[in-house]
């Protein structure tokens, strides 16, 4: 099995800044694309970036130039710098990884349990 566990979400004012860790840990061979989801209330969930393991990125239109995703391929660790928040970047963020378990498993997709990201004055 695999766990993912999301890390660094809080309250932030606009104009602030956060950094979001998800570290995956359990059963793993190799894991190839990471990324990072939202979800709004009342809105579905939407990808915000994600990054392959060769360290190829892409990014929401809504935060190119302010978010920056990248990841520690030793730590099985993705990461999510989010600069100039702004309120309407308040959402659940969720980790997202494409694993393979075993040499012999399929890719499977994993999520992490969601951390809050609220940016208010």
Do not use: H
Not at 74 to 80: D, H, P, Q, S
């Amino acid at each position: 099995q695999v766990q993912l566990v999301e890390s660094g979400g809080g309250l932030v004012q606009p104009g602030g800044s956060l950094r979001l860790s998800c570290a995956a840990s359990g059963s793993i061979f190799s894991i190839s694309t990471m990324g990072w989801y939202r979800q709004a209330p009342g809105k579905q969930r939407e990808l915000v970036a994600y990054i392959t393991k060769d360290g190829s990125t892409n990014y929401a239109d809504s935060v190119k130039g302010r978010f920056t995703i990248s990841r520690d391929n030793a730590k099985n660790t993705v990461y999510l710098q989010m600069n100039s928040l702004k309120p309407e970047d308040t959402a659940v963020y969720y980790c997202n990884a494409a694993v393979k378990a075993f040499v012999s498993s399929p890719w499977a997709n994993y999520w992490g349990q969601g951390t809050q990201v609220t940016v208010s004055s």
